[in-house]
């Protein structure tokens, strides 16, 4: 399938595979179709920066390779690594007598060899989406080999040779920005910031989630979010618990976001003992003081 031909067809094409992109988040997807250039995606938590990965997957129907990074992650689970057990039996099989060598060409084939999501992504037949998540949990010896990776677009297996990449994968990288990347890496990257989107935004995101919540409700919804993300907390509430909320708010049947309902489901939104404090005091008091949601209902 060619690139994309303009923004407009990544922006709606994104909107099909049911995630809202903001300009810039359009704009840079386009041009990482068109430059061939990796994305690093970064921002708080739960704004979508994994979804807008499986979301360019969505559109265009391309497989999603993922790697998922952790703390001391290494290069045998992110590169390959060679399955010993399955060496072993082969080598416990295998007639007395049989000469070493032949046992080692054998041994140090494909049919041993156990792909991580970077070789998976580089060996593909069809162009992948890889999605390295969250490598800012990772150090920056990892970072220094993904960049060499994510420049040749190759790999090098002693035993093997070099596995070229024969189509171009769209590469996205996340970071919730918990340590500083090297600038080696965003010099490599199209540089993608994802923030709190604004209301409007939220709101149809939210409406695409949860349809059954009235409109009402979604955006008295979104104006206590808003308010709550304005107060100065540990753990501000992000799309993923806007999402939650409302999905609660349905379940519960609840009519109204009064005092009482919020009171009962904060614990959704916000998730520090000293956030809850500081929520239930500027909150659950404007509500109580029938001060938030009044431009709608009346
Ligand atoms: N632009 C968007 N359009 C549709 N859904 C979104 C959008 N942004 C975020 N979401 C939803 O918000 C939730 C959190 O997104 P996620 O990608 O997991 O956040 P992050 O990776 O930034 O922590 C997911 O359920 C995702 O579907
Ligand atoms: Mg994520």
Redesign the pocket.
């Known amino acids: 399938m060619p690139a994309p031909a303009s923004l407009e067809e990544v922006r709606d094409g994104l909107a099909g595979a049911?995630?809202?992109?903001?300009e810039a988040?359009a704009l840079v997807s386009f041009l990482a179709y068109k430059l061939g250039k990796p994305v690093l995606v970064e921002?708080p938590?739960?704004?979508?920066?994994?979804?807008?990965a499986k979301a360019l997957s969505r559109f265009r129907d391309r497989r999603l390779v993922r790697l998922q990074c952790y703390e001391g992650l290494d290069e045998a689970k992110a590169l390959y690594e060679w399955n010993y057990r399955k060496q072993l039996l082969r080598i416990q099989t295998e007639a007395a007598g049989t000469a070493w060598t032949d046992v080692q060409e054998d041994i140090f084939s494909v049919d041993f060899l156990m792909e991580r999501p970077l070789l998976k992504a580089i060996s593909a037949k069809e162009p992948v989406v890889l999605l390295i998540d969250e490598i800012d949990k990772t150090d920056q010896e990892f970072e220094a080999m993904l960049l060499e990776v994510l420049s040749d677009f190759q790999i090098s297996i002693p035993e093997l040779g070099v596995v070229e990449a024969t189509t171009r994968p769209l590469v996205l990288l996340?970071s919730?920005n918990t340590r500083e990347l090297t600038e080696a890496l965003k010099r490599r990257c199209l540089y993608l910031w994802?923030d709190y989107?604004d209301a409007e935004?939220e709101l149809q995101?939210v409406g695409?989630?949860v349809p059954e919540l009235s409109d009402t409700l979604s955006r008295k919804l979104i104006e206590v979010i808003h308010m709550i993300r304005s107060l100065d907390l540990k753990k501000p509430p992000?799309?993923?618990e806007s999402?939650d909320w409302a999905r609660a708010l349905v379940v519960l049947g609840a009519a109204d976001i009064d005092k009482s309902v919020f009171d009962r489901t904060m614990s959704i939104i916000v998730k520090h003992r000293s956030d809850l404090d500081v929520v239930a005091e500027r909150v659950g008091v404007r509500l109580g003081d029938g001060l938030l949601g009044r431009a709608e209902s009346g």
Not at 18 to 22: C, F, H, I, K, R
Not at 45 to 52: I, Q, S
């Open positions: 049911g995630y809202l992109a903001s988040a921002g938590t739960g704004v979508g920066k994994t979804e807008l996340t919730n994802l989107p935004r995101i695409l989630h992000s799309i993923a999402i």
